[in-house]
C-alpha cells in the first residue's frame, strides 16, 4: 500500500516544478543569461525531502485527490507566500506545513543576467487513495 502511495505521488511529480513563464520583455532580450533557482543538493533532494515529511495520514480522502501549492523563492534564497489550492483542505494544509517545513533550507536563487531574482514556483501533487 505504501509502495502504491509512493508511486502515485511519484507520478504527480512530472510535472513538479512547472514554472511560470519568462515575461515578453524578457523572451524581447536575447542577451539575458538565465540561472534556474536550485534547491540545496538538486530537485531529487527536495523530492526526497518533500516524500520524508509529507504526512499522508492527515490528509482525508477518497478516489484521486490534487492540490497545487506555489511559493516564491526570493533572490535571499528563503520561501515566502507559500499558498495551497485544490478541494481537499486537509491535502492543501498538509502541503503548506510540509513546505515550510522545508523553508529552513535556503535555495540558491534564480539569476538573470548574474543578478539573483525572485522567482515563483508551481508545485502539484496528485494523491490516489486506494482501500483496503
Given at each position: 500500500m505504501k509502495k502504491l502511495l509512493l508511486f502515485i505521488l511519484f507520478v504527480g511529480f512530472i510535472k513538479i516544478f512547472s514554472q511560470e513563464g519568462i515575461s515578453s520583455n524578457q523572451k524581447n532580450e536575447k542577451t539575458n543569461t538565465i540561472y534556474d533557482s536550485v534547491y540545496p543538493e538538486g530537485?531529487?533532494?527536495?523530492r526526497h525531502k518533500f516524500y520524508e515529511i509529507f504526512d499522508r495520514d492527515?490528509?482525508?480522502g477518497r478516489g484521486i485527490t490534487t492540490s497545487e501549492t506555489t511559493f516564491v523563492v526570493t533572490s535571499e534564497g528563503?520561501?515566502?507566500n507559500i499558498k495551497s489550492t485544490g478541494i481537499n483542505i486537509s491535502m492543501n494544509n498538509e502541503m503548506e506545513r510540509t513546505i515550510k517545513e522545508m523553508a529552513r533550507f535556503k535555495w540558491i536563487p534564480k539569476k538573470l543576467n548574474g543578478k539573483p531574482v525572485d522567482y515563483k514556483y508551481r508545485f502539484p501533487i496528485t494523491i490516489t487513495f486506494v482501500e483496503d
Open positions: 530537485i531529487y533532494n527536495f492527515k490528509v482525508n528563503k520561501i515566502i
